[in-house]
Protein backbone atom coordinates (compact mmCIF):
# COMPACT_ATOMS: atom_id res chain seq x y z
CA UNK A 1 0.00 0.00 0.00
CA UNK A 2 3.13 2.40 0.83
CA UNK A 3 4.80 1.29 -2.24
CA UNK A 4 1.35 2.37 -4.37
CA UNK A 5 0.93 5.64 -2.81
CA UNK A 6 4.22 6.49 -3.38
CA UNK A 7 4.08 5.77 -6.98
CA UNK A 8 1.07 7.88 -7.50
CA UNK A 9 2.58 10.24 -5.82
CA UNK A 10 5.46 10.40 -8.13
CA UNK A 11 3.56 10.19 -10.93
CA UNK A 12 1.53 13.02 -9.56
CA UNK A 13 4.87 15.03 -9.15
CA UNK A 14 6.52 14.35 -13.01
CA UNK A 15 3.94 13.57 -15.01
CA UNK A 16 4.01 16.41 -17.81
CA UNK A 17 0.72 18.86 -17.12
CA UNK A 18 -0.87 19.58 -20.30
CA UNK A 19 2.09 19.69 -23.33
CA UNK A 20 1.13 22.42 -25.01
CA UNK A 21 -0.71 24.61 -22.12
CA UNK A 22 0.72 27.43 -19.89
CA UNK A 23 -0.65 30.57 -19.01
CA UNK A 24 1.69 33.31 -19.60
CA UNK A 25 1.51 36.95 -18.92
CA UNK A 26 3.32 38.25 -21.96
CA UNK A 27 1.87 35.30 -24.31
CA UNK A 28 4.58 34.64 -27.46
CA UNK A 29 3.54 35.31 -31.25
CA UNK A 30 4.93 36.01 -34.48
CA UNK A 31 4.87 37.75 -37.25
CA UNK A 32 6.18 37.26 -40.46
CA UNK A 33 5.74 38.98 -43.81
CA UNK A 34 6.99 38.39 -47.51
CA UNK A 35 7.06 41.10 -49.90
CA UNK A 36 8.60 40.36 -53.03
CA UNK A 37 10.90 36.98 -52.25
CA UNK A 38 12.06 38.68 -48.65
CA UNK A 39 10.82 37.27 -45.52
CA UNK A 40 10.77 39.66 -42.69
CA UNK A 41 9.93 37.61 -39.32
CA UNK A 42 9.36 39.44 -35.74
CA UNK A 43 8.97 37.02 -32.96
CA UNK A 44 7.87 38.40 -29.54
CA UNK A 45 6.26 38.25 -26.31
CA UNK A 46 3.25 40.52 -25.73
CA UNK A 47 3.08 42.15 -22.64
CA UNK A 48 -0.24 43.71 -21.69
CA UNK A 49 -1.31 46.79 -19.91
CA UNK A 50 -3.84 45.13 -17.82
CA UNK A 51 -5.61 48.32 -15.99
CA UNK A 52 -2.06 50.38 -15.60
CA UNK A 53 -2.46 53.47 -15.87
CA UNK A 54 0.83 54.84 -17.05
CA UNK A 55 3.44 51.95 -19.21
CA UNK A 56 5.40 54.30 -20.88
CA UNK A 57 7.19 56.42 -18.49
CA UNK A 58 6.76 54.50 -16.09
CA UNK A 59 6.20 50.53 -16.24
CA UNK A 60 8.95 51.16 -19.10
CA UNK A 61 11.32 54.49 -17.67
CA UNK A 62 12.02 57.25 -20.30
CA UNK A 63 15.81 57.12 -21.94
CA UNK A 64 15.45 53.18 -21.09
CA UNK A 65 16.95 50.48 -23.94
CA UNK A 66 13.32 48.72 -23.74
CA UNK A 67 12.79 45.46 -25.91
CA UNK A 68 9.20 46.24 -27.83
CA UNK A 69 7.73 42.52 -26.06
CA UNK A 70 8.82 40.74 -22.49
CA UNK A 71 10.43 38.13 -21.24
CA UNK A 72 13.35 37.13 -24.15
CA UNK A 73 14.00 39.93 -26.39
CA UNK A 74 12.13 40.58 -29.60
CA UNK A 75 14.23 39.34 -32.15
CA UNK A 76 13.52 40.55 -36.01
CA UNK A 77 15.12 38.37 -38.89
CA UNK A 78 15.31 39.07 -42.34
CA UNK A 79 16.98 37.10 -45.23
CA UNK A 80 17.65 39.65 -47.45
CA UNK A 81 19.19 43.31 -47.05
CA UNK A 82 16.72 45.74 -46.35
CA UNK A 83 15.79 49.40 -45.64
CA UNK A 84 14.04 50.14 -42.50
CA UNK A 85 13.12 54.00 -41.86
CA UNK A 86 15.54 54.80 -43.74
CA UNK A 87 18.27 52.57 -42.26
CA UNK A 88 20.16 49.62 -44.03
CA UNK A 89 19.85 46.17 -41.96
CA UNK A 90 21.89 43.51 -43.65
CA UNK A 91 20.43 40.35 -43.83
CA UNK A 92 20.45 38.67 -40.62
CA UNK A 93 18.75 38.23 -37.33
CA UNK A 94 19.04 40.75 -34.37
CA UNK A 95 17.27 41.01 -30.92
CA UNK A 96 14.88 44.69 -31.17
CA UNK A 97 15.15 47.36 -28.58
CA UNK A 98 14.39 51.06 -28.42
CA UNK A 99 15.73 53.87 -26.45
CA UNK A 100 12.20 55.21 -25.59
CA UNK A 101 11.80 59.22 -24.80
CA UNK A 102 8.99 60.85 -23.67
CA UNK A 103 8.99 63.21 -26.65
CA UNK A 104 8.53 61.43 -30.72
CA UNK A 105 12.08 61.06 -31.29
CA UNK A 106 13.01 57.15 -29.90
CA UNK A 107 16.33 55.39 -30.96
CA UNK A 108 15.77 52.17 -32.78
CA UNK A 109 18.75 49.46 -31.62
CA UNK A 110 19.19 46.16 -33.88
CA UNK A 111 22.09 44.36 -32.05
CA UNK A 112 23.54 41.30 -33.95
CA UNK A 113 23.46 39.42 -30.50
CA UNK A 114 20.08 37.95 -30.80
CA UNK A 115 19.50 35.51 -27.87
CA UNK A 116 19.07 38.22 -24.69
CA UNK A 117 16.78 38.38 -21.90
CA UNK A 118 14.65 41.58 -21.54
CA UNK A 119 16.51 43.05 -18.36
CA UNK A 120 19.68 42.49 -20.46
CA UNK A 121 19.48 46.29 -21.71
CA UNK A 122 22.51 45.98 -23.92
CA UNK A 123 24.91 49.73 -24.28
CA UNK A 124 25.94 50.65 -27.39
CA UNK A 125 28.69 48.43 -28.82
CA UNK A 126 30.00 46.60 -32.27
CA UNK A 127 27.38 44.62 -34.16
CA UNK A 128 24.70 46.69 -33.04
CA UNK A 129 22.47 49.32 -35.59
CA UNK A 130 20.85 52.58 -33.84
CA UNK A 131 18.92 55.09 -35.76
CA UNK A 132 16.09 57.70 -34.77
CA UNK A 133 12.25 56.62 -35.49
CA UNK A 134 9.51 58.93 -34.52
CA UNK A 135 7.38 57.48 -31.99
CA UNK A 136 3.22 58.72 -31.95
CA UNK A 137 1.31 59.11 -29.03
CA UNK A 138 -2.30 58.35 -28.61
CA UNK A 139 -4.78 56.06 -28.75
CA UNK A 140 -4.56 52.60 -26.91
CA UNK A 141 -3.17 49.19 -27.67
CA UNK A 142 -3.88 46.55 -24.75
CA UNK A 143 -1.34 43.67 -25.77
CA UNK A 144 2.05 44.76 -27.51
CA UNK A 145 1.34 43.87 -31.50
CA UNK A 146 3.93 44.05 -34.29
CA UNK A 147 2.33 44.18 -37.48
CA UNK A 148 2.62 44.80 -41.08
CA UNK A 149 -0.43 47.48 -41.70
CA UNK A 150 0.51 48.43 -44.95
CA UNK A 151 2.30 46.25 -47.89
CA UNK A 152 3.00 47.42 -51.72
CA UNK A 153 5.47 45.84 -54.38
CA UNK A 154 8.71 47.08 -53.20
CA UNK A 155 8.22 47.28 -49.37
CA UNK A 156 5.29 48.22 -46.73
CA UNK A 157 5.14 49.28 -43.28
CA UNK A 158 6.46 47.41 -40.13
CA UNK A 159 4.49 49.06 -36.61
CA UNK A 160 5.29 48.38 -33.30
CA UNK A 161 2.17 49.64 -31.23
CA UNK A 162 1.54 49.04 -26.86
CA UNK A 163 -0.72 51.62 -24.37
CA UNK A 164 -0.40 55.10 -26.03
CA UNK A 165 2.66 54.59 -28.21
CA UNK A 166 2.99 53.52 -31.76
CA UNK A 167 6.43 53.01 -33.81
CA UNK A 168 5.53 52.97 -37.56
CA UNK A 169 8.82 52.00 -39.86
CA UNK A 170 8.74 51.97 -43.70
CA UNK A 171 10.65 49.57 -45.09
CA UNK A 172 11.84 48.72 -48.84
CA UNK A 173 12.98 45.63 -49.89
CA UNK A 174 15.71 45.09 -53.02
CA UNK A 175 13.22 44.25 -56.28
CA UNK A 176 13.67 41.02 -57.95
CA UNK A 177 12.26 42.13 -61.33
CA UNK A 178 13.56 45.33 -61.85
CA UNK A 179 10.89 47.25 -64.47
CA UNK A 180 14.19 48.92 -66.38
CA UNK A 181 15.46 47.43 -69.31
CA UNK A 182 18.79 48.76 -71.23
CA UNK A 183 17.50 51.11 -74.13
CA UNK A 184 20.02 49.04 -76.18
CA UNK A 185 17.77 45.59 -75.85
CA UNK A 186 14.35 47.07 -75.74
CA UNK A 187 14.78 49.62 -78.36
CA UNK A 188 14.16 46.62 -81.51
CA UNK A 189 10.99 45.55 -79.35
CA UNK A 190 9.12 49.01 -79.79
CA UNK A 191 6.28 48.94 -81.92
CA UNK A 192 2.40 47.46 -82.30
CA UNK A 193 1.57 44.00 -82.44
CA UNK A 194 -1.37 41.90 -83.25
CA UNK A 195 -2.06 38.98 -81.04
CA UNK A 196 -3.86 35.79 -81.89
CA UNK A 197 -4.65 33.41 -78.74
CA UNK A 198 -4.43 29.68 -79.26
CA UNK A 199 -5.95 26.50 -78.71
CA UNK A 200 -3.73 23.34 -77.43
CA UNK A 201 -4.14 22.20 -81.03
CA UNK A 202 -2.38 25.48 -82.02
CA UNK A 203 -5.30 26.60 -83.92
CA UNK A 204 -6.27 29.97 -83.24
CA UNK A 205 -9.16 30.39 -80.52
CA UNK A 206 -12.60 32.00 -81.04
CA UNK A 207 -12.18 34.53 -78.13
CA UNK A 208 -10.57 36.76 -77.14
CA UNK A 209 -9.39 38.27 -80.57
CA UNK A 210 -8.06 41.35 -82.72
CA UNK A 211 -6.52 42.17 -79.40
CA UNK A 212 -3.77 44.43 -80.07
CA UNK A 213 -0.18 45.43 -78.23
CA UNK A 214 1.76 48.41 -78.29
CA UNK A 215 4.93 48.38 -76.68
CA UNK A 216 6.90 51.60 -76.22
CA UNK A 217 10.09 52.63 -73.94
CA UNK A 218 9.94 55.51 -71.93
CA UNK A 219 12.00 56.24 -69.19
CA UNK A 220 14.42 52.92 -68.79
CA UNK A 221 11.42 51.15 -68.88
CA UNK A 222 9.09 48.92 -71.11
CA UNK A 223 5.41 49.67 -71.44
CA UNK A 224 2.59 47.09 -73.35
CA UNK A 225 -0.77 48.81 -73.98
CA UNK A 226 -3.15 45.99 -74.45
CA UNK A 227 -6.30 46.68 -76.48
CA UNK A 228 -8.63 45.49 -75.27
CA UNK A 229 -6.69 45.37 -71.61
CA UNK A 230 -6.02 42.18 -69.86
CA UNK A 231 -7.12 42.30 -66.77
CA UNK A 232 -6.89 45.31 -63.44
CA UNK A 233 -7.52 48.65 -63.28
CA UNK A 234 -5.11 49.84 -66.45
CA UNK A 235 -4.75 49.05 -70.01
CA UNK A 236 -0.81 48.81 -69.71
CA UNK A 237 1.61 46.71 -68.01
CA UNK A 238 5.40 46.88 -67.41
CA UNK A 239 7.37 44.11 -69.24
CA UNK A 240 9.84 42.80 -66.75
CA UNK A 241 12.85 41.63 -67.91
CA UNK A 242 13.51 38.03 -67.47
CA UNK A 243 16.42 37.35 -69.48
CA UNK A 244 17.11 38.81 -73.05
CA UNK A 245 14.12 38.99 -74.96
CA UNK A 246 11.81 37.39 -72.27
CA UNK A 247 9.47 39.65 -70.05
CA UNK A 248 6.58 38.47 -68.16
CA UNK A 249 3.56 41.41 -67.70
CA UNK A 250 3.82 43.52 -64.59
CA UNK A 251 0.26 44.88 -63.44
CA UNK A 252 -0.19 48.23 -62.33
CA UNK A 253 -2.14 50.25 -60.00
CA UNK A 254 -4.55 53.27 -60.97
CA UNK A 255 -1.31 55.67 -59.46
CA UNK A 256 1.08 53.71 -62.21
CA UNK A 257 2.99 51.91 -59.39
CA UNK A 258 3.90 47.83 -59.75
CA UNK A 259 1.91 45.40 -58.41
CA UNK A 260 2.00 42.07 -59.62
CA UNK A 261 4.78 40.56 -61.74
CA UNK A 262 2.66 37.72 -63.73
CA UNK A 263 5.79 35.49 -64.18
CA UNK A 264 3.27 32.77 -65.33
CA UNK A 265 2.99 33.89 -68.57
CA UNK A 266 6.57 34.79 -71.04
CA UNK A 267 6.79 37.31 -73.81
CA UNK A 268 9.53 36.02 -76.15
CA UNK A 269 10.85 37.98 -78.70
CA UNK A 270 13.60 36.73 -81.41
CA UNK A 271 17.20 37.42 -81.14
CA UNK A 272 17.60 38.52 -84.72
CA UNK A 273 18.89 41.83 -85.69
CA UNK A 274 16.87 44.95 -86.47
CA UNK A 275 13.37 45.45 -85.41
CA UNK A 276 11.86 42.50 -83.81
CA UNK A 277 8.97 41.15 -85.93
CA UNK A 278 7.32 38.53 -83.86
CA UNK A 279 6.88 37.51 -80.02
CA UNK A 280 5.43 34.65 -78.41
CA UNK A 281 3.20 34.62 -75.06
CA UNK A 282 4.04 30.91 -73.07
CA UNK A 283 2.70 29.57 -70.44
CA UNK A 284 4.01 27.68 -67.30
CA UNK A 285 4.33 24.61 -68.81
CA UNK A 286 6.08 26.18 -71.81
CA UNK A 287 2.75 25.90 -73.45
CA UNK A 288 2.14 28.13 -76.48
CA UNK A 289 -0.64 30.46 -75.55
CA UNK A 290 -0.42 32.87 -78.24
CA UNK A 291 1.17 34.43 -81.37
CA UNK A 292 2.04 38.32 -81.78
CA UNK A 293 3.23 39.41 -85.64
CA UNK A 294 4.54 43.45 -86.19
CA UNK A 295 2.11 45.28 -87.88
CA UNK A 296 4.18 48.70 -87.35
CA UNK B 1 -16.51 39.85 -80.84
CA UNK B 2 -14.23 41.79 -78.36
CA UNK B 3 -13.55 41.16 -75.01
CA UNK B 4 -12.83 43.68 -72.11
CA UNK B 5 -12.03 41.91 -69.08
CA UNK B 6 -11.25 43.83 -66.02
CA UNK B 7 -10.48 41.24 -63.84
CA UNK B 8 -7.97 38.45 -63.97
CA UNK B 9 -10.87 36.34 -62.99
CA UNK B 10 -12.56 38.42 -65.77
CA UNK B 11 -10.26 37.47 -68.85
CA UNK B 12 -10.14 33.80 -67.85
CA UNK B 13 -13.83 33.52 -67.98
CA UNK B 14 -13.57 36.14 -71.19
CA UNK B 15 -11.04 33.30 -72.88
CA UNK B 16 -13.18 30.32 -71.37
CA UNK B 17 -13.30 27.72 -74.01
CA UNK B 18 -9.78 28.51 -74.82
CA UNK B 19 -8.77 27.90 -71.28
CA UNK B 20 -10.91 24.88 -70.43
CA UNK B 21 -9.34 23.28 -73.62
CA UNK B 22 -6.06 23.80 -72.19
CA UNK B 23 -6.31 20.91 -69.50
CA UNK B 24 -5.15 22.82 -66.00
CA UNK B 25 -4.36 26.33 -66.65
CA UNK B 26 -1.53 27.51 -65.48
CA UNK B 27 -3.90 29.68 -62.65
CA UNK B 28 -4.95 26.42 -61.31
CA UNK B 29 -2.61 23.81 -61.86
CA UNK B 30 -1.10 22.21 -59.18
CA UNK B 31 2.20 24.32 -57.87
CA UNK B 32 4.92 21.59 -56.14
CA UNK B 33 5.78 25.02 -54.10
CA UNK B 34 6.34 28.86 -54.69
CA UNK B 35 8.81 29.63 -56.98
CA UNK B 36 12.35 31.49 -56.32
CA UNK B 37 14.23 31.59 -52.76
CA UNK B 38 15.16 27.44 -54.48
CA UNK B 39 18.41 28.20 -55.65
CA UNK B 40 21.21 26.22 -56.05
CA UNK B 41 23.87 24.67 -58.38
CA UNK B 42 23.24 22.88 -61.29
CA UNK B 43 24.34 19.33 -60.92
CA UNK B 44 26.83 17.29 -63.22
CA UNK B 45 25.05 14.51 -65.46
CA UNK B 46 25.70 11.27 -64.69
CA UNK B 47 27.44 9.75 -67.35
CA UNK B 48 25.45 6.75 -69.26
CA UNK B 49 22.09 8.30 -67.80
CA UNK B 50 19.09 7.38 -69.58
CA UNK B 51 15.54 7.02 -69.47
CA UNK B 52 14.63 3.85 -68.70
CA UNK B 53 13.12 4.93 -65.26
CA UNK B 54 10.89 8.13 -66.56
CA UNK B 55 7.38 6.56 -66.13
CA UNK B 56 5.62 5.50 -69.19
CA UNK B 57 2.29 7.10 -71.13
CA UNK B 58 0.81 4.50 -69.26
CA UNK B 59 1.32 5.47 -65.92
CA UNK B 60 0.02 8.78 -66.61
CA UNK B 61 -3.70 7.67 -67.08
CA UNK B 62 -4.68 10.69 -64.29
CA UNK B 63 -2.32 13.52 -65.24
CA UNK B 64 -2.82 13.52 -69.40
CA UNK B 65 -1.33 17.35 -69.62
CA UNK B 66 1.99 16.18 -67.97
CA UNK B 67 2.22 13.31 -70.95
CA UNK B 68 4.26 15.80 -72.83
CA UNK B 69 6.56 17.03 -70.47
CA UNK B 70 7.44 12.97 -69.21
CA UNK B 71 7.85 12.31 -73.47
CA UNK B 72 10.45 15.63 -73.40
CA UNK B 73 12.12 14.17 -70.68
CA UNK B 74 12.43 10.57 -72.34
CA UNK B 75 13.77 12.61 -75.39
CA UNK B 76 16.64 14.55 -73.45
CA UNK B 77 17.20 12.88 -70.05
CA UNK B 78 21.16 13.50 -70.74
CA UNK B 79 20.05 17.25 -70.41
CA UNK B 80 17.86 17.14 -67.77
CA UNK B 81 20.22 15.02 -65.21
CA UNK B 82 22.29 18.44 -65.61
CA UNK B 83 19.32 20.97 -64.53
CA UNK B 84 18.41 21.68 -60.97
CA UNK B 85 14.67 21.35 -60.51
CA UNK B 86 13.01 25.03 -59.32
CA UNK B 87 9.83 24.23 -57.76
CA UNK B 88 11.59 23.08 -54.32
CA UNK B 89 11.55 18.94 -54.97
CA UNK B 90 15.36 19.14 -55.30
CA UNK B 91 15.29 19.19 -51.63
CA UNK B 92 13.61 16.25 -51.18
CA UNK B 93 15.52 12.97 -50.32
CA UNK B 94 16.70 11.10 -53.28
CA UNK B 95 16.70 13.25 -55.81
CA UNK B 96 19.34 14.28 -57.74
CA UNK B 97 18.33 16.52 -60.97
CA UNK B 98 15.37 17.37 -62.72
CA UNK B 99 15.25 14.14 -64.30
CA UNK B 100 14.18 12.38 -60.63
CA UNK B 101 11.04 14.32 -60.97
CA UNK B 102 10.13 12.32 -64.09
CA UNK B 103 11.24 8.89 -61.81
CA UNK B 104 9.54 6.65 -59.46
CA UNK B 105 6.53 8.62 -57.46
CA UNK B 106 6.68 11.68 -60.32
CA UNK B 107 6.47 14.90 -58.75
CA UNK B 108 5.97 15.97 -62.60
CA UNK B 109 2.94 14.06 -63.02
CA UNK B 110 1.15 16.85 -61.04
CA UNK B 111 3.95 20.17 -61.00
CA UNK B 112 3.47 22.92 -63.50
CA UNK B 113 7.20 23.55 -62.82
CA UNK B 114 8.64 20.42 -63.25
CA UNK B 115 6.71 20.29 -66.51
CA UNK B 116 7.80 23.93 -67.83
CA UNK B 117 11.19 23.07 -67.52
CA UNK B 118 11.23 19.91 -69.11
CA UNK B 119 9.21 21.43 -72.04
CA UNK B 120 11.62 24.11 -71.91
CA UNK B 121 14.81 22.56 -71.83
CA UNK B 122 13.62 20.21 -74.87
CA UNK B 123 12.53 22.77 -76.95
CA UNK B 124 15.97 24.90 -76.30
CA UNK B 125 17.93 21.46 -77.36
CA UNK B 126 15.83 21.07 -80.21
CA UNK B 127 16.73 24.73 -81.19
CA UNK B 128 20.46 24.23 -80.80
CA UNK B 129 20.97 25.75 -77.05
CA UNK B 130 23.90 24.28 -75.07
CA UNK B 131 23.15 22.90 -71.39
CA UNK B 132 24.47 25.91 -70.43
CA UNK B 133 22.58 28.06 -71.94
CA UNK B 134 19.57 26.04 -71.29
CA UNK B 135 20.41 25.89 -67.64
CA UNK B 136 20.43 30.16 -67.83
CA UNK B 137 17.32 29.74 -69.22
CA UNK B 138 15.65 27.94 -66.56
CA UNK B 139 17.09 29.94 -64.20
CA UNK B 140 15.89 32.94 -65.51
CA UNK B 141 12.11 31.23 -66.25
CA UNK B 142 11.47 29.48 -63.39
CA UNK B 143 14.14 30.19 -60.94
Known amino acids: MRAALLVLLAVAVIAPRRAAGQIRASERSRLSQTVDGTMITVDYARPRVRGRPVIFGRAVAWGEVWTPGANMATTLQTDHDIVLAGQAVPKGKYSVWMVVDSGPRWTMVLDTVWEQYHEDHPPARSGQIRWPVTATAGGMTEALTWDVPAVTATGGVLRMAWADRTVAMPFTVPASHPVTTDAAEAAPLVGTYRVTWLNPDGTPASEPHDQMVQISYDKGALMARWTPRLWGPDDRTYLIRLARGWFSPGFIDEKGALVDVFTEWVLEFGHGQGTAPAFEVRGERDVLWATAVRVR | ?143
Request: charged share 20%.
Open chain 2, 1 to 143: MSFAPVTRRGFIAGCGALMLAWSGTPLAAAHCETRSSRRGPHPVPRPGVNASKVLRDDQLADSPEAVPAFEAARRIPHILDGIRCHCGCADLKGFYSLLSCYEADGMARMCVICQGQARLADRLFRGGSSLDEIRAAIDARFG
